[in-house]
């Protein structure tokens, strides 16, 4: 009986282990789970079970990736937003907008097209990781090549799977590289066309990828918008202060000249 009673009680003890460590060891990954969204880190935990706990752990990941895809759409958005605002140029705008793009996208190579005013056709002006050593396509017209469809049609375009070597020759100054996937979004601005983005990458990109980056295309739209403005403005106001100063002169020259007249005549 004793010895019955003793391996009852190591066999109640051993039991007792188990049990605490298949609890204890799931609620610590939860807990380090929680710790990681709560620093920023939206890692899945592994968790391969079939019980109650196994379901909360496969709740727990769904719920970190929902959590985590929501966080790097907003900070994507509040970090291009805040760059388009302190940008102090059209060229920085153009040049920043594109590079935090493509960052938060994991995007290989960009572009950005701008319409020439007055004209059916548009001008690279910005762009991510192209090659500088050899001529790009600089000038499209509204039909010509991935942008200038892009412009002409005002949808957007989407290119995946091309072979890197079916010859395939994109017309978006991304030729160096060909991509396996290709995003081209028109730029808008109350309905008008203001220029193309385009987008390049090894791989698809996903709902969050796209998501990116139709949210910030509008966002893009009023900063060319407002920097053109800008432009339009300190443009105007150097020429009216080029006029202002000659017209200056000219009163001195006339004031000049009245003296001049009013001597002669005394």
């Known amino acids: 009986i004793i010895l019955v009673n003793v391996l009852l009680s190591i066999f109640a003890l051993a039991l007792g282990f188990v049990l605490t460590r298949s609890i204890t060891n799931p ?3 939860l807990i380090g789970g ?14 391969n079970r079939s019980d109650e706990l196994g379901d909360l752990a496969s709740d727990f990941n769904k ?14 958005y509040s970090e291009l937003v805040t760059t388009l605002n302190s940008s102090a140029s059209m060229e920085d ?61 005002g949808r957007v375009i989407e290119l995946s799977d091309i072979p890197g070597g079916s010859g395939f020759i994109v017309d978006t100054g991304l030729v160096e590289l060909v991509p396996s996937y290709i995003l081209a979004v028109p730029v808008f601005f109350r309905e008008e066309i203001l220029g193309v983005l385009v987008l390049g990458s090894t791989k698809k990109f996903g709902d969050l990828e796209k998501e990116i980056v139709n949210n910030s295309v509008p966002q893009l739209g009023v900063a060319l918008t407002n920097a053109m403005n800008f432009e339009e403005t300190r ?16 009163n001195k020259e006339i004031e000049k000249a009245y003296k001049v007249k009013s001597e002669f005549l005394s």
Request: one cysteine or more.
């Open 27 to 29: 609620i610590s990954l």
């Open 63 to 76: 719920m970190s990736s929902l959590l985590g895809n929501n966080y790097n759409r907003l900070n994507a």
């Open 34 to 47: 929680t710790q990681n969204i709560m620093a920023g880190r939206f890692e899945p935990i592994a968790l």
């Open 93 to 153: 705008v153009q040049r920043r907008a594109v590079e935090v793009l493509c960052k938060h996208t994991r995007a290989s190579l960009g572009a950005l097209y701008l319409v020439i005013r007055g004209q059916r056709a548009l001008e690279l002006v910005s762009g991510y990781a192209l090659r500088k050593d050899k001529a790009l396509e600089k000038r499209l017209i509204f039909g010509e090549g991935i942008p200038g469809e892009c412009a002409a049609e």
């Open 235 to 250: 443009s105007l106001s150097v020429e009216i202060t080029k006029r202002n100063e000659e017209l200056s002169a000219k």
